[in-house]
């Protein structure tokens, strides 16, 4: 039996291994590509690694670590932050999304809130909700420009004010909405929560320590017992009908760096740090054929068939017949 045991060991550790950074919103998604490439190629071990995508852009353009495939839940990270720093040169986007506001049954005045009177909600004294580090994170971003857009849409200017700028450190002017270097020590933490990924907030939620969360919808339908405000489609980023409109919000960073209100869209790239390049191009070309969308479109990510690509002349070959150019 001991010899037994230990010859599993190595052939275990004979597995190549595939490594995945993604955006914290894929984890759900990607651990069922992860079963579906094993099964495929069993003498293959895919690690993912989820986290907010634009600490999941830096682990690779500051921290040095070289994953196989990046992931992230705004397609423009991909050029703006990897492409100067010699870290991709081309980018696809595959999967939709939009914003919504998550709550459960243990959340305050869940029979009462509405697409109309949501924000009203979020500022009664004894509610609390939460959203990630915009920082960190383009869930946490998208949260503050949701916020900002609902001024226009509902008429109602003193809707960022009540909801962000009087419990945080996150301020706007002229529609540019600026972040702290660091938003520690600025959180009203009776009112809102704020956590690097918006998955280490689901947790919070479900557990009532807040009553309601900025999220994806894709993550609050792959979460049971968890509902959600549909918020309109000219403040939820989920339509290009109202690109323009999301397009006149700003935020900026503490590292300087500008995001655009835009559409949601996600991006995926095979980076120069890449140990496993045919794997990896296999593990996309799953992801862009039929089993990668059935996975994204079941967990509430609308995918994009075909896929839009950008500087599509320098992917992969197996790569090319599988998107467009954007």
Partial sequence: ????????????????????????????????????????????????????????????????????VVAVADYTLIP???????????????????????????????????????????????????FSNPNDDPCGYRSQMVT???????????????LVENHTGISIED?????????QGTIDTDEVMVRSAEVDLMGALEGGEIDYLYI??????????????????????????????YGEVTLTRASGEISVG?????????????????LAVEYVKMLLEETGQDIMDSNGNPPIVPAKGYNVQKMPSELKELVEEA
């Fill in 1 to 68: 039996m001991v010899i037994l045991v230990a010859f599993q060991g190595c052939m275990n550790e004979e597995k190549k291994v595939l490594n995945v950074y993604h955006a914290g919103s894929l984890s759900i998604p990607f651990d069922e590509m992860k079963k579906k490439f094993e099964e495929e190629y069993p003498d293959v071990e895919v690690r993912n690694e989820g986290a907010g995508s634009v600490a999941t852009v830096r682990k690779v353009t500051e921290q040095g670590q070289e994953p196989d």
């Fill in 80 to 130: 703006s932050l990897m492409y100067e720093e010699d870290k991709a040169d081309w980018t696809v986007r595959f999967a939709r999304n939009r914003m919504v506001l998550a709550y459960t049954d243990q959340s305050r005045y869940k029979d009462e809130i509405s697409t109309d009177n949501w924000y009203d909600v979020l500022d009664l004294n004894d509610v609390k909700y939460g």
């Fill in 148 to 162: 900002l857009l609902a001024e226009g849409h509902y008429d109602n200017r003193y809707i960022f004010d009540d």
């Fill in 175 to 183: 529609n540019n909405i600026s972040l702290p270097s660091s938003l």
């Fill in 216 to 245: 994806y919808q894709s993550v609050a339908e792959q979460h049971e017992g968890v509902d959600f405000v549909q918020l309109p489609e000219p403040i939820d980023l989920s339509s290009v009908q109202y690109a323009d409109d």
């Fill in 262 to 278: 835009k559409p949601i869209v996600y991006g995926i790239t095979i980076p120069s740090t890449v140990q496993e390049k045919e």
